[in-house]
């Protein structure tokens, strides 16, 4: 039997599914998908990082006496050549976003394709109430999987050791030039192997629960790229953590299990991927100047502005600032959180389709277990409160960095400040609120 291994967001050889169920002659690959690349700008970092990682990929492959092949096509076009070779199938881990889906659907019609769960530790079809019907809520989810979370270690994929390379031209690297692309500076925690961020962030783990709300503590993990490109498996992390046995840990692997809820979300309700998840109409603002001005940074709102710099200088953003950029956009602003998702999608590393959708739509109070229509951020108040000296926000914005830090969490403080120039805020935090809550209650009205 000869079978693809179609890597994809599983660039590793550890915990790999696809290296376990293969039988014996393989044909290891990559694709640069043209249909996706063509939609990303030349510095979209991310091209950078994953470039790299496959490179990484294939040595590792070349050590176990396998290679890669790499290709830059469209999906359809690699297999309609590769099944004149005479290929028996295609192993792949599953992607569940609606790309992926028609992709694979595809594929599928041309060679037969194997789909195997390796990117989440939970199958979506088997994380289910006793009435056979998904969750909705993630804390009765959560309790649910008590035989996983209290398990001392997750069972990993083995890799099968008898797999030989079949003949192939292994040697077509294309460049990142070539694909049209440029070469982009990376943070410097994408240049450390996940398991040493892993033990840099395990001598934190004791301060997480606190720090991780505090952004200019340097108090997550750093994980989230390495885990959505497959660098490192859910599974791994989970193990890591639970094999020292550290009380303090269990909120961490919470959170993980907030991915895993998300991932279960858009497997059950895939229209939650383009439409409210509670069916609730709302008729969003179309002001495209406020859209611009918060994607730029430039709202007024030191802190807004900050974190959405930040996110285009550096492709990073932490997730209490996440929750309060989304707020301030669909609450005061009130505009369609699917704008803000697609920005999202262009320009995070670690942008996963399921998490930001779900995290998306909870800010906007329209998803599950999404935060209730009147819980509205004030962006002064989580500044003052997370970030009282104003670090953070000095780091990003350098013409700030002698100003009084309370003028930073007052609304349009900085105009009392002759010295420097700043905007004022392109709406009133408080009216704004008001007025979301009343267009919320209307839409709810409306729909009931």
Same mark, same amino acid.
């Given at each position: 039997?000869?079978?693809?291994?179609?890597?994809?967001?599983?660039? $590793?050889?550890?915990?790999?599914?696809?290296?376990?169920?293969?039988?014996?002659?393989?044909?290891?690959?990559?694709?640069?998908?043209?249909?996706?690349?063509?939609?990303?700008?030349?510095?979209?970092?991310?091209?950078?990082?994953?470039?790299?990682?496959?490179?990484?990929?294939?040595?590792?492959?070349?050590?176990?006496?396998?290679?890669?092949?790499?290709?830059?096509?469209?999906?359809?076009?690699?297999?309609?050549?590769?099944?004149?070779?005479?290929?028996?199938?295609?192993?792949?881990?599953?992607?569940?976003?609606?790309?992926?889906?028609?992709?694979?659907?595809?594929?599928?019609?041309?060679?037969?394709?194997?789909?195997?769960?390796?990117?989440?530790?939970? *199958?979506?079809?088997?994380?289910?109430?006793?009435?056979?019907?998904?969750?909705?809520?993630?804390?009765?989810?959560?309790?649910?999987?008590?035989?996983?979370?209290?398990?001392?270690?997750?069972? %990993?994929?083995?890799?099968?050791?008898?797999?030989?390379?079949?003949?192939?031209?292994?040697?077509?690297?294309?460049?990142?030039? #070539?694909?049209?692309? /440029?070469?982009?500076?990376?943070?410097?925690?994408?240049?450390?192997?996940?398991?040493?961020?892993?033990?840099?962030?395990?001598?934190?783990?004791?301060?997480?629960?606190?720090?991780?709300?505090?952004?200019?503590?340097?108090?997550?993990?750093?994980?989230?790229?390495?885990?959505?490109?497959?660098?490192?498996?859910?599974?791994?992390?989970?193990?890591?953590?639970?094999?020292?046995?550290?009380?303090?840990?269990?909120?961490?692997?919470?959170?993980?299990?907030?991915?895993?809820?998300?991932?279960?979300?858009?497997?059950?309700?895939?229209?939650?991927?383009?439409?409210?998840?509670? *069916?609730?109409?709302? *008729?969003?603002?179309? *002001?495209?100047?406020?859209?611009?001005?918060?994607? /730029?940074?430039?709202?007024?709102?030191?802190?807004?502005?900050?974190?959405?710099?930040?996110?285009?200088? %550096?492709?990073?953003?932490?997730?209490?600032?996440?929750?309060?950029?989304?707020?301030?956009?669909?609450?005061?602003?009130?505009?369609?959180?699917?704008?803000?998702?697609?920005?999202?999608?262009?320009?995070?590393?670690?942008?996963?389709?399921?998490?930001?959708?779900?995290?998306?739509?909870?800010?906007?109070?329209?998803?599950?277990?999404?935060?209730?229509?009147? $819980?509205?951020?004030?962006?002064?108040? #989580?500044?003052?409160?997370?970030?009282?000296?104003?670090?953070?926000?000095?780091?990003?914005?350098?013409?700030?960095?002698?100003?009084?830090?309370?003028?930073?969490?007052?609304?349009?403080?900085?105009?009392?400040?002759?010295?420097?120039?700043?905007?004022?805020?392109?709406?009133?935090?408080?009216?704004?609120?008001?007025?979301?809550?009343?267009?919320?209650?209307?839409?709810?009205?409306?729909?009931?």
């Amino acid at each position: 039997m000869s079978q693809i291994l179609w890597f994809r967001r599983d660039l $590793r050889i550890s915990d790999n599914a696809i290296l376990s169920y293969a039988k014996k002659d393989v044909l290891p690959i990559f694709i640069f998908d043209k249909n996706i690349l063509n939609k990303l700008p030349s510095i979209d970092k991310r091209v950078t990082f994953i470039y790299k990682s496959v490179l990484e990929l294939k040595k590792k492959l070349q050590g176990l006496g396998l290679d890669l092949a790499i290709f830059y096509d469209e999906p359809i076009n690699v297999f309609t050549k590769l099944k004149e070779k005479g290929f028996d199938e295609v192993l792949c881990s599953v992607d569940f976003d609606s790309y992926a889906k028609k992709r694979d659907e595809e594929i599928e019609k041309i060679i037969p394709l194997s789909r195997y769960l390796d990117s989440f530790i939970l *199958n979506p079809n088997e994380s289910l109430k006793a009435d056979g019907t998904p969750y909705k809520v993630f804390t009765p989810f959560y309790k649910s999987m008590y035989m996983i979370t209290s398990s001392k270690n997750l069972e %990993t994929f083995k890799r099968n050791e008898n797999l030989e390379k079949m003949e192939f031209d292994y040697d077509f690297i294309p460049s990142l030039k #070539q694909m049209g692309f /440029e070469e982009q500076n990376m943070p410097a925690f994408l240049k450390k192997d996940a398991y040493v961020l892993l033990d840099e962030f395990k001598e934190k783990i004791a301060d997480y629960k606190e720090a991780r709300d505090f952004f200019y503590l340097d108090g997550t993990s750093k994980i989230s790229v390495h885990l959505r490109f497959g660098l490192i498996s859910a599974k791994e992390i989970f193990n890591y953590f639970k094999s020292f046995e550290d009380v303090e840990s269990e909120f961490f692997i919470r959170e993980i299990f907030w991915r895993e809820f998300y991932n279960c979300i858009l497997f059950h309700f895939p229209q939650s991927e383009n439409k409210n998840f509670n *069916n609730i109409e709302i *008729n969003w603002s179309e *002001n495209q100047e406020h859209f611009e001005k918060w994607c /730029e940074g430039k709202t007024g709102v030191p802190i807004i502005d900050a974190a959405m710099r930040h996110l285009n200088n %550096t492709g990073t953003m932490h997730n209490r600032l996440r929750m309060i950029v989304a707020s301030f956009f669909t609450k005061n602003l009130f505009l369609d959180w699917k704008k803000g998702e697609e920005y999202f999608a262009l320009k995070l590393l670690d942008y996963e389709a399921s998490s930001n959708i779900g995290s998306w739509q909870w800010g906007a109070s329209t998803g599950a277990d999404a935060s209730p229509y009147f $819980r509205v951020f004030n962006p002064y108040t #989580q500044s003052k409160k997370f970030d009282p000296e104003g670090i953070f926000i000095k780091s990003v914005i350098p013409e700030l960095k002698n100003v009084e830090p309370k003028l930073l969490h007052m609304e349009n403080g900085l105009s009392s400040n002759l010295f420097i120039e700043y905007p004022k805020s392109i709406v009133d935090v408080s009216i704004s609120r008001k007025q979301a809550i009343e267009n919320f209650k209307r839409a709810k009205n409306e729909n009931s």
